[in-house]
């Protein structure tokens, strides 16, 4: 077996680049990628290959260009960053067999990695990214396999490799899905901040051709170490924004990703409102003013909030594993209204099974031009129908095989009551979810991208929710410390 095997997580294959994310391991999961798509019967159609703002994805994404052309699958490469869900929507609205994204989206700049995007543009599930792993995997462990591949601009002129740029037909797409008249007259003045990513020039745009006349950004250079920042859209990540929007007295402020696929958000005052806000606020926009229907899906680490409102809808709620290639199951599945994770990452039916963190900023527009409300007093409208809600979660490092190991040993170490509460309820949907009896809820789980075992909790109050968090520190702290006893 190869000393470091290439390993899918909850959206793609991600790992350091120069270590673990180099170019020769890129051509073997390209080749990987390949053969599937052959044994599927898939090649024929193409494949789109895009790329983000992270340093060398574009050399990358050229690499998986040519090594597609060297198997004999047509490739439309974009000429510029493209944002994952506009690549996604270019692989359902060509045709295409399916599609390849080179990002590593919200990850540290050191990250890169390969999306894989099938015929219907949403995420991959594992029946799909287990035998490429297990194809990846095997062409490494025939030492020294030469991958075949077709130098660029060879595999230009023979016609297998055809430049595109998906935005135009994307940004028709968005703008399909949204109240243009309605933005329009709201007269909005919002800020954007793409953090440096694939969405630069593209959330701004979406919104200036909605409706959005006044609009300032930052942010929209090119910057492959993104500031010294993670690209993800969370309060500690936001100063800029949030200045921006204080200081110049913008109405909102929305931010998404490294490439595109999440939402994050201000309020007027500069205020951070949260993913868990944000979707709540997109399904009570659907359902109040647009008056739709249908079943809601939400990860089994995403707020109650939801959960109150799909009962006073009476829609009907299906609960996933974290991961949005869970929701897109169900998207394919069934007729779902709304979907939606803790990440921030949002699916809405009518699009592709797929999270769009620039369709859901537009939404958002529209639900402050159709309330007239401040984003304030929107999220006061929220408390109102469904209580007051504090989420918070902590990142605690763990390397593969002490995760493992930790995780085996909590399911003996449950407890029956969490910060002087009785656990009503334990779900083993992803890790461990304890629901209390006072409807508070903690939940631990080992990250599927990151060497991390994350803690979430939320809460009606930042007390309760302090509580329920260093609870869940000390028990993971506890067990980790007789699994390190005992090994």
């Known amino acids: 077996m190869p000393s470091r095997p290439i390993r899918f997580g909850t959206d793609g294959w991600r790992d350091v680049i120069a270590d673990g994310f180099t170019f020769e391991r890129v051509r073997v999961v390209a080749a990987a990628m390949a053969r ?29 260009a040519e090594v597609l052309a060297g198997a004999g699958i047509p490739v439309l490469l974009t000429r510029r960053e493209t944002p994952t869900p506009a690549l996604a929507a270019a692989v359902v609205e060509r045709g295409l067999g399916g599609g390849i994204v ?29 035998p490429i792993e297990r194809e990846a995997n095997a062409i490494l462990e025939e030492d020294g396999a030469d991958v075949p591949w077709r130098p660029l601009e060879d595999a230009v002129a023979a016609g297998l490799v055809e430049w595109c740029d998906p935005i135009e037909p994307y940004l028709r797409r968005l703008l399909g899905l949204v109240d243009m008249e309605a933005i329009a007259r709201a007269d909005l003045a919002v ?36 500031g010294g920042l993670n690209p993800e859209p969370i309060e500690p990540n936001l100063g800029p924004l949030k200045s921006c929007v204080r200081d110049g007295g ?22 951070f409102v949260n993913a868990h806000q944000i979707f709540s606020l997109v399904l009570m926009h659907l359902v ?21 409102l799909a009962r006073r809808y009476g829609l009907p709620l299906v609960e996933t594993p974290v ?7 169900r998207m394919l599945e069934g007729d779902v209204l709304v979907g939606g994770e803790e990440s921030g990452g949002i699916g809405i039916r009518g699009h592709i099974p797929e999270r769009d963190g620039i369709l859901s900023a537009l939404i958002m527009a529209e639900l402050m031009a159709t309330t007239r409300l401040p984003v304030s007093g929107l ?27 930790l995780v085996q040993r909590l399911a003996g170490h449950a407890p029956d009551r969490i910060a002087d509460v009785p656990v009503k309820e334990v779900k083993r ?19 599927g991208t990151e060497p991390l075992v994350r803690v979430y909790a939320e809460a009606d109050r930042p007390e309760r929710l302090n509580a329920l968090l260093g609870t869940g520190r000390q028990w993971v702290e506890h067990v980790s410390a007789g699994e390190r006893s005992h090994a």
């Open 36 to 64: 599937y798509l052959h044994q599927q019967g898939l090649a024929s159609r193409g494949v789109g290959v895009g790329y983000d703002g992270r340093f060398l994805s574009g050399r990358f994404a050229r690499t998986v």
């Open 323 to 329: 991961g949005f290639k869970y929701v897109c199951a």
């Open 250 to 271: 913008w109405q909102a402020g929305f931010a998404v990703d490294g490439d595109g696929d999440r939402i994050g958000m201000v309020d007027e005052t500069g205020g």
């Open 429 to 447: 949907v992803d890790g461990f979810k304890f629901v209390l009896e006072d409807g508070s809820w903690l939940m631990v789980r080992p990250s």
């Open 191 to 226: 800020a954007v901040d793409p953090m440096h990513g694939a969405a630069r020039g593209v959330l701004a745009e979406a919104l200036r051709r909605a409706g959005v006349r006044r609009l300032v950004a930052v942010r929209e250079e090119a910057n492959p170490g993104f």
């Open 102 to 130: 080179v990002t590593a989206s919200h990850n540290p700049p050191e990250f890169n990695g390969l999306k894989f995007k099938p015929p219907y543009g949403g995420s991959a599930t594992e029946a799909i990214t287990a």
């Open 379 to 405: 999220l006061q409208e929220l408390v109102r129908r469904v209580g007051p809600h504090l989420y918070g979660r902590l990142d605690l490092h763990f390397d593969e095989s002490r995760r493992q190991a």
């Open 288 to 308: 109040e003013h647009r008056g739709l229907k249908g079943e809601v899906v939400k990860t089994v680490s995403t707020t109650s909030m939801i959960d109150r």
